[in-house]
């Protein structure tokens, strides 16, 4: 697959867009093809390398919207916001024209109307010259000639200037959207202060490399990823993960581009490029979410294809039945071209995509990523939520409570082989253990080495072999009549095939996960439970302190795929997993809605999961489930806004009581009215 991204120039119309996205995944050498008509982006999944593209994509677009062009993404080019100088001339014109007397009065209304018509009637001339006959430019043609025929001189051109008015409203209120949002990414600065021999040079992110020093002052946002090497500060990072209380950073602290540096200077060392950072990467998330589309948004796409056709037949229906039937047909066609002033879907085709595009960008600012808009929607209906337990529902940062050993085995010998063991591993065991003991680790003296996630370890370290891991992993080396560490997590340890003891550990509730929990159940989620591989009475004590519904334990990674998979099939319920994306990402990328909560910086919870929570406060869970409710509620508001107005202007059309000029703005304004009911979520807090 080779996946190409384009920039689009000049689309103006949602409906035009979505007819050329259509086209475009027509062609057979195209996989997939999404075309974001918010952020004017075109990505295209090929099957193998096309030569020459843009020709084909140019060739498709001016078919359907002769000003429509591509061109490869970031290329500068020079724009230049056109005013509608056009509308103000000829709305002068017009109103100079009622003060007239005819014939004079009767040629300036003509030349208002060219001129407010003009743009439109050029594009529906190309459109008609392309086969392309259902679209809003000729619509609004054949509407305003219909018009014109029957004398309605003023209101054909009034008509026409409303509507290049509601078009350049449109536009404004959908870049400013896109500026908010993008204003909110805008985490970077874009120099940084290098350390070099010639003393400290400002320069552009793009040249700096790994493992080089940059300083970083009070009141400055740190620019690249990297690791504290001198100086003390408290960083302010609300900007990536939400959390508004201030972290204290020293040295070999990791801090991320993007953190406000509240005080004092630090020294850092850059772990990663501009490219390769954190909130780079959290960008790019973001930018590409718009290819992962909610099924109201497929179901909208496929409905605006119909919508026109069938409201222009009920237009030729509206006419031709009463004139059949000896009715006046200038009466029944005035009415008739209210239908082709609200055949155009516009209002659906662009407000479901920017309520959902708002609702990313809102997320994104609280620290939550979510991958797609098709996981806000999911989230909003999940029914069945899991969790894994370690770091997700308890603190994850183990103590020791406990060390046992068998008769005639030294304590320091079993916590020696015990920290040799978990010397490599990332896992909670292991960081409570290294943090409880110290030894010497000499890496050459290693001579096999292997982890096996959420089992245990298999280490060969000076020609000793040891073993070190959950009571299932040692049984399944032969290891039986291990000894009882009670309700609290355990550690295993076997040396030269001796068994020696055991480290068990104790671990924490994070503070206010019952009361979230209490919440997310007020508020839908009907089923609660934990998958853990720690052992059934500590899962089971869990469990009911938290008010679970049900629990497993004992799972090694495999079971506990296997667990979900059960859970899912035999559920209706949208089910979502909640995991720290570490050990666990297979269960992960199996759940319907995968959730990974967990510290910023865990690479493989930005890889793995569907929705990406920066912090591990559990009020952060509540948030996503929050927004994502609240967006899916703002969708649906807005699909019902959209169709009940443009029903009842034709109703009204029906019955003689609604003109042509009150259609367009009836039609118009609930394009207005849905843009800037979604723009409200942005002012909105949290859930």
Same mark, same amino acid.
Request: net charge negative; aromatic share 8%; proline share 3%.
């Given at each position: 697959?080779?996946?190409?991204?384009?920039?689009?120039?000049?689309?103006?119309?949602?409906?035009?867009?979505?007819?050329?996205?259509?086209?475009?995944?027509?062609?057979?050498?195209?996989?997939?093809?999404?075309?974001?008509?918010?952020?004017?982006?075109?990505?295209?999944?090929?099957?193998?390398?096309?030569?020459?593209?843009?020709?084909?994509?140019?060739?498709?677009?001016?078919?359907?919207?002769?000003?429509?062009?591509? &061109?490869?993404?970031?290329?500068?080019?020079?724009?230049?916001?056109?005013?509608?100088?056009?509308?103000?001339?000829?709305?002068?014109?017009?109103?100079?024209?009622?003060?007239?007397?005819?014939?004079?009065?009767?040629?300036?209304?003509?030349?208002?109307?060219?001129?407010?018509?003009?743009?439109?009637?050029?594009? %529906?001339?190309?459109?008609?010259?392309?086969?392309?006959?259902?679209?809003?430019?000729?619509?609004?043609?054949?509407?305003?000639?219909?018009?014109?025929?029957?004398?309605?001189?003023?209101?054909?051109?009034?008509?026409?200037?409303?509507?290049?008015?509601?078009?350049?409203?449109?536009?404004?209120?959908?870049?400013?959207?896109?500026?908010?949002? $993008?204003?909110?990414?805008?985490?970077?600065?874009?120099?940084?202060?290098?350390? &070099?021999?010639?003393?400290?040079?400002?320069?552009?992110?793009?040249?700096? $490399?790994?493992?080089?020093?940059?300083?970083?002052?009070?009141?400055?946002?740190?620019?690249?990823?990297?690791?504290?090497?001198?100086?003390?500060?408290?960083?302010?990072?609300?900007?990536?993960?939400?959390?508004?209380?201030?972290?204290?950073?020293?040295?070999?602290?990791?801090?991320?581009?993007?953190?406000?540096?509240?005080?004092?200077?630090?020294?850092?060392?850059? $772990?990663?490029?501009?490219?390769?950072?954190?909130?780079?990467?959290?960008?790019?998330?973001?930018?590409?979410?718009?290819?992962?589309?909610?099924?109201?948004?497929?179901?909208?796409?496929?409905?605006?294809?119909?919508?026109?056709?069938?409201?222009?037949?009920?237009?030729?229906?509206?006419?031709?039945?009463?004139?059949?039937?000896?009715?006046?047909?200038?009466?029944?066609?005035?009415?008739?071209?209210?239908?082709?002033?609200?055949?155009?879907?516009?209002?659906?085709?662009?407000?479901?995509?920017?309520?959902?595009?708002?609702?990313?960008?809102?997320?994104?600012?609280?620290?939550?990523?979510?991958?797609?808009?098709?996981?806000?929607?999911?989230?909003?209906?999940?029914?069945?939520?899991?969790?894994?337990?370690?770091?997700?529902?308890?603190?994850?940062?183990?103590?020791?409570?406990?060390?046992?050993?068998?008769?005639?085995?030294?304590?320091?010998?079993?916590?020696?082989?015990?920290?040799?063991?978990?010397?490599?591993?990332?896992?909670?065991?292991?960081?409570?253990?290294?943090?409880?003991?110290?030894?010497?680790?000499?890496?050459?003296?290693?001579?096999?080495?292997?982890?096996?996630?959420?089992?245990?370890?298999?280490?060969?370290?000076?020609?000793?072999?040891?073993?070190?891991?959950?009571?299932?992993?040692?049984?399944?080396?032969?290891?039986?009549?291990?000894?009882?560490?009670?309700?609290?997590?355990?550690?295993?340890?076997?040396?030269?095939?001796?068994?020696?003891?055991?480290?068990?550990?104790?671990?924490?509730?994070?503070?206010?996960?019952?009361?979230?929990?209490?919440?997310?159940?007020?508020?839908?989620?009907?089923?609660?439970?934990?998958?853990?591989?720690?052992?059934?009475?500590?899962?089971?004590?869990?469990?009911?302190?938290?008010?679970?519904?049900?629990?497993?334990? %004992?799972? &090694?990674?495999?079971?506990?795929?296997?667990?979900?998979?059960?859970?899912?099939?035999?559920?209706?319920?949208?089910?979502?997993?909640?995991?720290?994306?570490?050990?666990?990402?297979?269960?992960?990328?199996?759940?319907?809605?995968?959730?990974?909560?967990?510290?910023?910086?865990?690479?493989?919870?930005?890889?793995?999961?569907?929705?990406?929570?920066?912090?591990?406060?559990?009020?952060?869970?509540?948030?996503?489930?929050?927004?994502?409710?609240?967006?899916?509620?703002?969708?649906?508001?807005?699909?019902?806004?959209?169709?009940?107005?443009?029903?009842?202007?034709?109703?009204?059309?029906?019955?003689?009581?609604?003109?042509?000029?009150?259609?367009?703005?009836?039609?118009?304004?609930?394009?207005?009215?849905?843009?800037?009911?979604?723009?409200?979520?942005?002012?909105?807090?949290?859930?």
């Amino acid at each position: 697959m080779v996946i190409e991204e384009y920039d689009v120039h000049n689309l103006d119309c949602p409906d035009c867009g979505a007819k050329i996205e259509a086209e475009i995944n027509n062609l057979e050498e195209v996989e997939s093809a999404n075309l974001d008509f918010i952020n004017k982006h075109l990505t295209i999944e090929y099957i193998e390398k096309v030569d020459n593209p843009l020709k084909r994509l140019n060739a498709i677009a001016s078919k359907i919207d002769p000003n429509v062009q591509f &061109t490869l993404a970031g290329l500068e080019q020079e724009r230049t916001e056109k005013k509608p100088w056009f509308i103000i001339v000829a709305i002068l014109v017009l109103t100079f024209s009622l003060f007239l007397s005819s014939p004079f009065s009767l040629i300036l209304g003509l030349i208002a109307y060219l001129i407010a018509s003009h743009r439109v009637i050029r594009k %529906a001339v190309k459109e008609i010259a392309s086969r392309q006959i259902f679209t809003e430019n000729f619509l609004m043609t054949l509407a305003t000639a219909g018009a014109l025929y029957l004398g309605e001189l003023i209101e054909a051109s009034a008509v026409m200037i409303l509507y290049e008015i509601g078009l350049y409203l449109e536009s404004g209120a959908i870049a400013k959207s896109r500026k908010n949002l $993008q204003a909110l990414l805008a985490l970077k600065p874009e120099k940084a202060h290098l350390k &070099t021999e010639n003393g400290i040079e400002d320069r552009k992110l793009n040249t700096i $490399q790994k493992n080089q020093i940059i300083l970083v002052y009070a009141g400055e946002r740190i620019p690249l990823d990297g690791v504290v090497i001198k100086g003390e500060s408290t960083v302010d990072t609300s900007s990536l993960t939400g959390e508004a209380i201030p972290v204290f950073v020293e040295p070999k602290s990791s801090v991320f581009a993007g953190f406000l540096n509240g005080s004092g200077i630090l020294e850092i060392q850059v $772990q990663n490029s501009e490219a390769e950072s954190m909130v780079s990467r959290i960008i790019k998330l973001i930018e590409n979410a718009s290819a992962k589309k909610s099924d109201t948004e497929k179901f909208m796409t496929r409905f605006a294809k119909y919508y026109t056709p069938a409201v222009v037949l009920a237009a030729v229906l509206v006419f031709a039945i009463p004139s059949l039937l000896g009715y006046s047909y200038k009466i029944w066609l005035q009415r008739a071209l209210i239908f082709l002033v609200v055949s155009c879907p516009c209002a659906l085709v662009i407000s479901i995509p920017l309520t959902y595009y708002i609702g990313i960008g809102k997320s994104a600012k609280s620290g939550i990523i979510f991958k797609g808009s098709i996981y806000l929607d999911l989230l909003s209906r999940v029914k069945t939520l899991i969790f894994d337990k370690t770091g997700t529902l308890t603190t994850g940062e183990l103590s020791i409570a406990e060390i046992k050993t068998v008769p005639d085995i030294d304590q320091e010998e079993l916590k020696l082989s015990t920290w040799l063991c978990e010397w490599t591993s990332s896992h909670p065991f292991a960081k409570a253990v290294k943090k409880a003991f110290s030894y010497k680790f000499e890496p050459s003296k290693v001579d096999a080495f292997s982890e096996f996630p959420g089992k245990g370890i298999l280490l060969v370290y000076n020609q000793d072999r040891y073993l070190c891991g959950s009571e299932v992993f040692l049984e399944s080396f032969g290891f039986l009549n291990l000894l009882d560490a009670g309700d609290n997590s355990v550690v295993h340890t076997v040396k030269n095939d001796i068994y020696l003891g055991c480290i068990s550990f104790v671990d924490e509730l994070k503070p206010g996960m019952k009361e979230v929990l209490t919440e997310l159940k007020q508020k839908g989620v009907k089923h609660l439970s934990v998958l853990s591989g720690d052992r059934i009475p500590k899962v089971e004590k869990v469990a009911k302190e938290l008010g679970l519904d049900s629990f497993y334990a %004992a799972l &090694t990674p495999e079971s506990k795929l296997t667990k979900l998979e059960e859970i899912i099939n035999s559920s209706q319920d949208i089910v979502a997993y909640c995991g720290d994306g570490l050990n666990d990402a297979p269960v992960l990328a199996r759940a319907d809605v995968g959730i990974a909560m967990g510290k910023i910086g865990a690479q493989a919870s930005i890889e793995t999961a569907d929705v990406v929570l920066l912090n591990d406060k559990p009020e952060q869970l509540k948030s996503a489930f929050g927004i994502s409710k609240e967006t899916n509620k703002m969708v649906w508001q807005n699909i019902f806004l959209a169709l009940s107005i443009k029903m009842l202007v034709m109703i009204l059309g029906i019955a003689g009581l609604a003109q042509l000029w009150e259609a367009i703005i009836a039609d118009v304004g609930v394009t207005l009215l849905v843009i800037f009911n979604s723009l409200r979520m942005m002012k909105h807090p949290d859930g």
